[in-house]
């Protein structure tokens, strides 16, 4: 069992930074693979970003690319989103999810990841 308790959500402007960070319980940290998802209101649940439990393999959603930037700290058992250059589209509610593999075969499908967060909110005004 993982616990998923996400933090640095707020409010920015449009051009900003933010980081998020995903701290998670258990021993068993590097033997997750971990993801990012976010969901505005009235739209279906995004993937943002993946990391493998090592930490070696990256994925990015489309939408993200070149602008966000997943991290892990094995040590700390906690996983970052850095957010730059952000736009008023990235505003949404944004989760932690956590898989049980190493190596996640679907990345970047919601229903990969069994451990879910409670959320944290990114509103990004123009």
């Known amino acids: 069992q993982v616990q998923l308790v996400e933090s640095g959500g707020g409010l920015v402007q449009a051009g900003g930074s933010l980081r998020l960070s995903c701290a998670a319980s258990?021993?068993?940290?590097?033997?997750?693979?971990m993801g990012w998802f976010r969901q505005a209101p009235g739209k279906e649940r995004e993937f943002v970003a993946h990391i493998s439990g090592s930490g070696y393999i990256t994925y990015y959603g489309d939408s993200v690319k070149g602008r966000f930037s997943i991290s892990r700290d094995n040590a700390r058992t906690t996983v970052y989103l850095q957010m730059n250059s952000l736009k008023p589209e990235d505003t949404a509610l944004y989760y932690c999810a956590a898989d049980r593999a190493i190596y996640s075969a679907y990345p970047m499908v919601r229903e990969e990841y069994e451990y879910w967060g409670q959320g944290t909110q990114v509103t990004v005004s123009s």
């Open positions: 258990g021993r068993t940290f590097n033997s997750y693979a």
